[in-house]
């Protein structure tokens, strides 16, 4: 699975920019006056912001091009790495057991799940607290101690002598890292991009699913000739490439007319501005979670997702145990990681086409299937069939990847959706964290995955009965809102009837007045 892309910070900072107006002594551009429209306090708070900043000073243009195409290659690179070594682990879980099996314990299913599943949970849990921290010391600082981290926990996941270590190495260090250097690549494309933002975002995540096919040949082929450990260290090389191609994300330096102007801007408010620091950045803006139907979208996608990470993990043991005369088995991630390609180009190409919130029941057709799908696997009893549910369970979890995005624009807009896919990642960790093990100690229980497969399909059903509700609450909201602001435009307008009015009488009584 690949998160979709936040709305980049310096994004966000130019949809304010305001017309140029006539110049001003020291260069300065005056401040816009607040329209009718205008609150005052948004109005306080952009006067704020350019009397903090120098003023007359523009943010630099993406260059859409150039070293950008460097940059998209390092995205596209971390996007692969990162997400498709997570996406392989099923071919690592079979590794894990081999290594660290005992004939003494009975919950080893259950104890090596939790290092796949915790690996995971700790991406996506890590990545509000990742986009502060890029907030704060930039993309390229983030990402390059972010690969570093993730270098040292892969790494030493190699040396460890049973699986508990790996909890901490792999699990927690490694994953955290990955995080880290995941979160400035996303953000980073819209520095150098605008135009061609989807293109490249759309190259950046095909990263995941090229890994994804190629992956799981490459860790098996390791695994059978080389033991695991050794092929954590091959792995450490992806993470090495990842540091260096980190240093890419340089930021953008304005030219020489910006820092001129921003120079004289600062010259002329350094003494007469209301405040000379600006006010410390607010970090996590808990006031969306007042969007009602944001709020349910961020339950129910977590309530789905407590079974979408158990295929993952558990489906190569599931097929070693059941088709144990095949050959080739990594086939069924490879079908997973194409069909999932094609289902983020063509279901996003889809959403353009469904207008607003009803994006949402796209989704829903997703978990549909994702849990039905789960569901029949333990019905395969011929590998082909298998291989069918893959390809349909990949095409749809692209379709459940690709509009997350659009959903959280329409729900919350473009000022607060970095925020909001950032609590819904944070979310998402929890159940993408307790299923698998949960499903491991059923397999414990049990002697098969038939019951754990079974329940996996669950979640995504439920889920998607709690997304439909999202349309009519935001319908419900957005009426409201309508009827609210049409009853201020009709008293604005009796109030500009009774003014237009009053002068009209006073015009005709100043005349009669002439007159007589």
Same mark, same amino acid.
């Given at each position: 699975?690949?998160?979709?892309?936040?709305? &980049?910070?310096?994004a966000?900072?130019?949809?304010?920019?305001? &017309?140029p107006?006539?110049a001003? &002594?020291?260069?300065a551009?005056?401040?816009?006056?607040?329209?009718?429209?205008?609150?005052?306090?948004?109005?306080?708070?952009?006067?704020d912001?350019?009397l903090?900043?120098p003023?007359?000073?523009?943010p630099?243009?993406?260059?859409?091009?150039g070293?950008?195409?460097?940059v998209?290659?390092?995205?596209?690179?971390?996007?692969?790495?990162?997400?498709?070594?997570?996406n392989?682990?099923?071919?690592?879980f079979?590794?894990?057991l081999?290594?660290?099996?005992?004939k003494?314990?009975?919950?080893?299913?259950?104890?090596?799940?939790?290092?796949?599943?915790?690996?995971?949970?700790?991406i996506?849990?890590?990545?509000p607290?990742?986009s502060?921290f890029?907030?704060?010391?930039g993309?390229?600082?983030t990402?390059v101690?972010?690969?570093?981290v993730g270098?040292?926990?892969l790494?030493?996941?190699?040396?460890?002598?049973?699986?508990?270590?790996?909890?901490?190495?792999?699990?927690?260090?490694?994953?955290?890292?990955?995080s880290?250097?995941y979160?400035?690549?996303l953000?980073?494309?819209?520095?150098y991009?605008?135009?061609?933002l989807?293109?490249?975002?759309?190259?950046?995540t095909?990263?995941?699913?090229?890994?994804?096919?190629?992956?799981?040949?490459?860790?098996?082929?390791?695994?059978?000739n080389?033991s695991?450990?050794?092929t954590l260290?091959?792995?450490?090389i992806?993470m090495?490439?990842?540091?260096?191609?980190?240093?890419?994300?340089?930021?953008?330096?304005?030219?020489?007319?910006d820092?001129?102007?921003?120079?004289?801007?600062?010259n002329?408010?350094?003494?007469?501005?209301?405040r000379?620091?600006?006010?410390?950045?607010?970090?996590?803006n808990?006031?969306?979670?007042?969007?009602?139907a944001?709020?349910?979208?961020?339950?129910?996608?977590?309530?789905?997702?407590?079974?979408y990470f158990?295929?993952?993990?558990?489906?190569?043991?599931?097929?070693?145990?059941?088709?144990q005369?095949?050959?080739?088995?990594e086939?069924i991630?490879?079908?997973i990681?194409?069909?999932?390609g094609?289902?983020r180009l063509?279901?996003?190409?889809?959403?353009?086409?469904?207008?607003g919130?009803?994006?949402v029941?796209?989704?829903?057709?997703s978990?549909l299937?994702?849990?039905l799908?789960s569901?029949?696997?333990?019905?395969?009893r011929?590998?082909?069939?298998?291989?069918?549910?893959?390809?349909?369970?990949g095409?749809?979890?692209?379709?459940?990847?690709s509009?997350?995005?659009?959903?959280a624009f329409?729900?919350?807009g473009?000022?607060?959706?970095?925020?909001a896919i950032g609590?819904l990642?944070?979310?998402?960790?929890?159940?993408?964290t307790?299923?698998?093990?949960i499903?491991?100690?059923?397999r414990d229980k049990?002697?098969?995955y038939?019951?754990?497969?079974?329940?996996a399909?669950?979640p995504?059903?439920i889920?998607?009965?709690?997304?439909?509700?999202i &349309?009519?609450?935001?319908?419900?909201?957005?009426?409201?809102?309508?009827?609210?602001t049409?009853?201020e435009?009709?008293?604005?307008?009796?109030?500009?009837?009774?003014?237009?009015?009053?002068?009209s009488?006073?015009i005709f009584?100043?005349?009669?007045d002439?007159?007589?």
């Amino acid at each position: 699975m690949v998160p979709f892309p936040e709305e &980049p910070a310096a994004a966000r900072g130019t949809s304010e920019a305001q &017309p140029p107006g006539p110049a001003t &002594p020291g260069g300065a551009a005056p401040l816009p006056c607040p329209g009718p429209a205008d609150r005052p306090e948004a109005a306080g708070e952009r006067a704020d912001v350019e009397l903090a900043g120098p003023a007359g000073a523009e943010p630099p243009q993406p260059p859409e091009g150039g070293w950008g195409w460097l940059v998209m290659l390092a995205a596209m690179w971390c996007n692969g790495s990162v997400f498709g070594i997570q996406n392989a682990c099923g071919v690592l879980f079979v590794a894990m057991l081999k290594t660290f099996v005992t004939k003494d314990d009975d919950k080893v299913v259950f104890k090596t799940a939790w290092v796949s599943s915790l690996s995971m949970g700790m991406i996506f849990f890590c990545c509000p607290i990742a986009s502060v921290f890029t907030d704060m010391f930039g993309c390229r600082k983030t990402a390059v101690v972010g690969a570093a981290v993730g270098f040292i926990g892969l790494m030493s996941s190699s040396f460890v002598s049973s699986i508990e270590p790996l909890y901490l190495t792999y699990g927690i260090i490694f994953a955290c890292g990955c995080s880290f250097a995941y979160q400035p690549s996303l953000v980073i494309l819209g520095h150098y991009f605008k135009k061609r933002l989807g293109l490249v975002n759309g190259i950046v995540t095909a990263g995941s699913s090229i890994f994804t096919i190629l992956l799981p040949f490459l860790l098996r082929f390791l695994t059978d000739n080389v033991s695991f450990f050794y092929t954590l260290r091959v792995l450490c090389i992806f993470m090495f490439v990842l540091f260096l191609a980190s240093f890419t994300y340089r930021p953008l330096a304005p030219n020489a007319k910006d820092k001129e102007s921003g120079t004289k801007g600062s010259n002329r408010f350094s003494l007469f501005s209301r405040r000379k620091f600006s006010p410390p950045k607010k970090i996590f803006n808990f006031a969306i979670f007042k969007v009602t139907a944001y709020a349910v979208w961020a339950v129910g996608i977590p309530l789905a997702l407590f079974g979408y990470f158990v295929p993952y993990v558990h489906l190569m043991k599931h097929v070693n145990e059941r088709f144990q005369d095949g050959k080739n088995k990594e086939v069924i991630l490879m079908c997973i990681g194409i069909t999932s390609g094609v289902g983020r180009l063509l279901f996003g190409r889809i959403a353009d086409y469904v207008p607003g919130v009803k994006k949402v029941y796209l989704q829903v057709l997703s978990f549909l299937f994702i849990g039905l799908m789960s569901m029949m696997i333990p019905l395969c009893r011929v590998f082909g069939a298998l291989i069918a549910v893959c390809l349909i369970m990949g095409l749809f979890d692209g379709c459940f990847i690709s509009i997350m995005a659009p959903i959280a624009f329409e729900l919350v807009g473009a000022q607060d959706v970095s925020q909001a896919i950032g609590f819904l990642l944070g979310f998402m960790s929890i159940p993408m964290t307790v299923g698998p093990p949960i499903a491991g100690l059923l397999r414990d229980k049990l002697g098969s995955y038939d019951v754990a497969f079974y329940l996996a399909g669950v979640p995504p059903l439920i889920g998607g009965a709690v997304l439909c509700l999202i &349309p009519w609450i935001h319908g419900k909201k957005q009426r409201e809102l309508d009827k609210a602001t049409g009853g201020e435009k009709m008293e604005k307008m009796l109030e500009n009837q009774n003014s237009l009015l009053s002068s009209s009488s006073g015009i005709f009584k100043k005349e009669s007045d002439s007159v007589i």
